[in-house]
C-alpha cells in the first residue's frame, strides 16, 4: 500500500493515532519528494514543534507583563474562633484598681468567641518606571523566540536536506552493488562453461567468484546503511518509525550545473544568527533600563472595603445587626533609599554582559564571511570532482565494454574483464559519491548565504 505525504496531512491526527495503535498500518509505505519531506518535517519534528510553542509562550509573557498594569482585586472571608481569648495587662490602681486582686496588676481578657470578616482589597498601579520597560521586553522576547524559530527551522531543513540526501546515494550504491553482481553471475556463468569446455583454467573461475564474495558481503553493508539512513530521515522528519519511506526523485535528479554556479554568484542575505544577537542585544540593553528604573519611586493606588462581625456563639454570628462596615482608599509611595549598592551590581554585571555580545557581533560577521567563502570553495571544488567523475566513469564503461568484447571474442583474458568491471564499480561508486558531495556542499552555501 502507498500513499503520498499530501494524503497524510489530509488525514492528520486521525492517522497519527492509527499509526501508532493500528496494527493494519505497520506496512504503510509513504512515497516522498524532498520538497514534500521538508514540509512534513517543519510540522512535525520535535525541535520546530517546541520552537514555535517557544513562541506561543512568550505572546503569554506579553500578557503576563500587561496584567501588572492593570487593577488588582482580591476577596478573602474568614471565620476565627479565639480557643484562648489573650489577656491584656492594666494596672491595679486608680480607677480600675480591685481591692479583691492582690496584684498590682489586673489580667483582663478583650475579645470574644467569634469573629468573622470579608474583606476586598484593590490595588491600581498610577506610576512605576519599570512596567513599559518591562512590557517592551516582553515583546522583544517574543521576536527572539520568532528568530530563534526561524534558525530551528534552517537546522530543520538542513538536517532533513542531508539525510534525504543520504538515503538517495545509498538507493544508488545499492544499485550500482547489485548491478555489479548480476555482471559477475554472468560471467562466472560463461567463464565456468569455458572452464568446462577446456578453454579456461580453474584460477579464472576463483578469480570470479572472490570478487563475487565481496561483492555479496557489500550488497549486506549497503543494505545495512540505507536502513539506518532511512530510520534517520524519519527521524528528523518526526515521522512515525513504523512507516516504509519510498522516496520518488532520483539523485542526479537534485543537481543542476546550471542552479550550483548560479548560487556560486549569489551574495546571499541576512543571517538569522545575526538577527538573533540583535535582539539579544536589545534585550540586555532593555535590562540594564529596568534595573536603572527600579531607582525611580513607584505610585500606587490602593483601597479596602470591609464587614466585620463577632458573637459568642456560632448561631450569633450571621444576625444582620452584627455586621459593621469600614472602608479606606490611600496611594502608596515607595522612594527606593539604599539598597546595599545592589542594583549598581547588577547593572554593571549587565553592561559587562552587553560588551561581550558586541564583541561576539564582530566575530559572528568575520565567521559568516568565513562560512561563505568555505562553503563557495568546497562546492567549486565539487563541481570539479564531479566533472571529472562523470567523465571517469563514461571511460570505465567503455573499458568495461571494451574488455568484455575482446574476451567473448577470444582475443582478450579474464583478468581484464574482471579489473574492468571492479574499475567501473568503483568509477560509478565515484561518480555517486562526487554527486552527493556537490548536494551537500550546496545545502551548506545555500545556509552559509542566509537562503536556506
Known amino acids: 500500500m502507498k500513499t503520498t505525504i499530501k494524503s497524510l496531512f489530509g488525514i492528520g491526527i486521525f492517522l497519527s493515532v492509527l499509526l501508532v495503535e493500528s496494527p493494519a498500518f505497520s506496512q504503510e509505505v509513504l512515497k516522498l519528494t524532498l ?26 509573557s506579553i500578557t503576563e507583563r500587561t496584567s501588572a498594569g492593570l487593577p488588582q482585586i482580591n476577596g478573602t472571608f474568614d471565620i476565627t474562633h479565639n480557643a484562648a481569648i489573650p489577656v491584656v495587662f492594666l494596672p491595679n490602681a486608680g480607677p480600675l484598681q480591685d481591692p479583691n486582686v492582690d496584684s498590682d496588676v489586673l489580667p483582663v481578657r478583650f475579645g470574644v468567641n467569634y469573629t468573622s470578616g470579608l474583606v476586598f482589597q484593590l490595588n491600581q498601579m498610577i506610576l512605576d518606571g519599570s512596567y513599559f520597560i518591562g512590557l517592551k521586553a516582553a515583546k522583544t522576547y ?12 534552517v537546522d530543520v531543513k538542513e538536517s532533513v536536506k542531508k539525510a534525504y540526501f543520504s538515503v538517495l546515494v ?21 567463464t565456468q562453461a569455458l572452464y568446462e569446455a577446456g578453454f579456461a583454467e580453474k584460477i579464472d573461475v576463483s578469480r570470479i567468484k572472490v570478487q563475487r564474495n565481496n561483492l555479496q558481503t557489500e550488497i549486506e553493508k549497503v543494505q545495512a546503511a540505507r536502513d539506518i539512513s532511512v530510520e534517520l530521515l524519519k527521524l528528523q522528519m518526526g515521522l512515525p518509525l513504523n512507516y516504509q519511506v519510498e522516496l520518488s526523485e532520483k539523485l542526479q535528479d537534485l543537481v543542476s550545473l546550471q542552479e550550483l554556479n548560479e548560487l556560486l554568484q549569489s551574495d546571499g542575505g541576512r543571517r538569522v544568527e545575526v538577527d538573533q544577537l540583535e535582539t539579544n542585544l536589545e534585550l540586555v540593553d532593555l535590562d540594564i533600563k529596568y534595573t536603572t528604573s527600579l531607582y525611580i519611586p513607584s ?17 450569633l454570628m450571621f444576625q444582620s445587626d452584627r455586621w459593621f462596615t469600614g472602608a479606606f482608599v490611600g496611594v502608596r509611595l515607595q522612594i527606593p533609599v539604599f ?34 567563502f568555505q562553503a563557495k570553495t568546497t562546492l567549486q571544488n565539487n563541481i570539479r ?20 568484447i575482446k574476451y567473448q571474442e577470444g582475443v582478450g583474458s579474464n583478468l581484464e574483464v574482471v ?30 548565504l542566509g537562503i536556506l
Do not use: C, P
Not at 35 to 60: C, F, P, Q, T
Not at 353 to 372: A, K, M, P, S, T
Open 170 to 190: 545509498n538507493d544508488v550504491r545499492q544499485t550500482l552493488v547489485r548491478a555489479n553482481l548480476g555482471r559477475l553471475d554472468t560471467l562466472l556463468k560463461e
Open 299 to 315: 505610585l500606587d493606588l490602593f483601597g479596602t472595603y470591609q464587614r466585620n462581625a463577632a458573637a459568642q456563639s456560632t448561631g
Open 142 to 153: 517574543k521576536l527572539l523566540s520568532e528568530f530563534d524559530n526561524q534558525k530551528t527551522q
Open 385 to 404: 570532482t564531479f566533472k571529472v567523475q562523470e567523465e571517469n566513469r563514461e571511460l570505465a564503461l567503455e573499458v568495461f565494454r571494451m574488455a568484455q
Open 35 to 60: 520538497e514534500e519531506s521538508l514540509e512534513y518535517a517543519l510540522e512535525n519534528n520535535v525541535d520546530a514543534k517546541n520552537s514555535k510553542l517557544e513562541i506561543l509562550r512568550a505572546k503569554a
Open 419 to 448: 579489473e574492468a568491471d571492479s574499475a567501473l564499480k568503483d568509477a560509478e561508486n565515484n561518480y555517486f559519491s562526487a554527486l552527493y558531495d556537490a548536494l551537500i556542499a550546496k545545502v551548506d552555501l545555500e545556509k552559509a
Open 339 to 372: 539598597d546595599g549598592l545592589l542594583k549598581s551590581a547588577q547593572i554593571r554585571q549587565k553592561r559587562h554582559q552587553l560588551e561581550q555580545l558586541q564583541n561576539q557581533r564582530i566575530f559572528i560577521e568575520d565567521n559568516i564571511r568565513v562560512e561563505r
